[in-house]
């Protein structure tokens, strides 16, 4: 079904109304929205009753916030204040969109998280077009739209676990999990590579059963740290980061990531969604966040996000050349820079960048990194007598990988 869209603008911003519309079309065609404003009101009909029956009734609420709609009374003062009271009940979520510079932050939308990125006016010299910034503005409702449609219940599972077990607990729990998916490996046959990598759950009636004898009473889907099948949130806030990556070249800042992930999801606690993550899939996090810290993700992670195959192949080629290249070698500290993959595996700078950050990610092989963020470059010195390149012959697949990085 559709979700109904209600626009609240001031008669002077009509035409960047009507781009914004344009824009909104595609997600329309789609069957995805229904877009409302004061122009669809039928000859005839009461106005300022219909204004309200749609408000009322939607579930998306775009504020496009000029100096012209803070200046309107009845914008400013009876549609925002009965948008706001919806969106305080969780009735509906309000959106506002800066069209044109004014001082709007003290008002009471100003708490909420507005559109384009960063709050820019769709009218600033931060675009280099209107249709840049509107463009952005259809993006984050389409986001939006994602976080509205998602099931809710994995959600309030993840925060109920979050409250409910002590960190002696987890340790207990993560070492039971730890020692069953050994025996589930050493006791069957044609495992699966995501079970071997730790990125499936393992058979529940076969956990439960194994829980059981031990006198356990939780359960693996309930475990705080083994929340195998990803919540929508835990999915955004992965993807949230291999999409910077992918556009960068580089990994994104928690604070990032958080100001993202606002975006769609009011209530979102960073510290929360982290520490609920399957162990092994995110890197680099602790209980206490800093902001500033790179969110970095592994192998696994970024194989639960969509178009990574790319990524991953670039990442496998590089890690073959390197065992073509350097495992007969006893040498310390043979180099990899980006110069030598550029002219090697014809590889664009891009995918040098994204290549390297994968490779430090998964440094648990690697004895040392080196980069040069101002050239876009990296260089990557290798320890060939040590086992971990070794972990990386004969590997022609990433599932082959994984299952190497299982026995580690």
């Known amino acids: 079904m559709a979700v109904k869209i209600f626009i609240c603008y001031a008669r002077e911003d009509e035409t960047l109304l009507n781009k914004l519309k344009t824009h909104l079309r595609p997600l329309q065609r789609q069957g995805l929205i229904e877009v409302w404003y004061d122009r669809d009101i039928s000859a005839g009909t009461e106005w300022e009753q219909e204004i309200t029956k749609q408000l009322n009734s939607a579930q998306i609420i775009l504020l496009l916030i000029s100096a012209d709609f803070m200046d309107s009374n009845y914008c400013y003062g009876i549609e925002m204040q009965r948008a706001m009271k919806r969106h305080e009940r969780k009735e509906a979520q309000v959106i506002p969109i800066i069209l044109r510079s ?76 730890t020692k069953l998916r050994q025996l ?100 680099a996090f602790t209980f206490n966040l800093d902001r500033k810290q790179e969110a970095l993700l592994k192998v696994r992670a970024i194989l639960l996000c969509k178009g990574s195959d790319h990524d991953l192949a670039d990442f496998l080629q590089v890690l073959q050349y390197c065992v073509n290249k350097y495992f007969s070698f006893g040498e310390n500290y043979l180099q990899v820079a980006s110069d030598e993959v550029r002219t090697q595996l014809n590889m664009s700078e891009l995918s040098i960048r994204k290549v390297g950050r994968l490779i430090e990610a998964e440094g648990t092989f690697w004895s040392s990194m080196g980069r040069n963020d101002i050239e876009g470059s990296w260089v990557c010195a290798l320890r060939p007598g040590m086992e971990g390149i070794a972990r990386f012959d004969k590997v022609e697949t990433i599932e082959q990988y994984l299952e190497k990085l299982t026995f580690r």
């Open 184 to 283: 589930y490996i050493l006791s069957h046959d044609n495992i699966s590579p995501g079970i071997m990598a730790g990125t499936e759950p393992l058979p529940k009636a076969w956990v439960e059963e194994q829980l059981e004898k031990m006198g356990e009473t939780w359960r693996q889907d309930t475990y705080y740290g083994e929340i195998m099948e990803l919540s929508n949130l835990q999915l955004l806030f992965i993807q949230t980061i291999f999409d910077y990556f992918h556009e960068q070249g580089t990994w994104p800042t928690y604070g990032y990531v958080e100001q993202e992930i606002s975006r769609v999801h009011r209530d979102f606690d960073m510290r929360g969604v982290s520490r609920s993550l399957p162990s092994g899939l995110a890197n």
């Open 102 to 177: 004014v001082y709007w932050h003290e008002a009471p939308f100003g708490k909420l998280q507005a559109l384009p990125k960063d709050a820019k006016p769709v009218t600033s010299s931060n675009w280099h077009t209107w249709d840049e910034a509107l463009f952005d503005v259809a993006e984050g409702v389409r986001k939006v739209l994602i976080q509205l449609n998602a099931p809710k219940s994995l959600d309030v599972q993840v925060r109920f676990n979050l409250q409910d077990i002590s960190d002696e607990e987890k340790l207990s729990r993560t070492a039971i999990l």
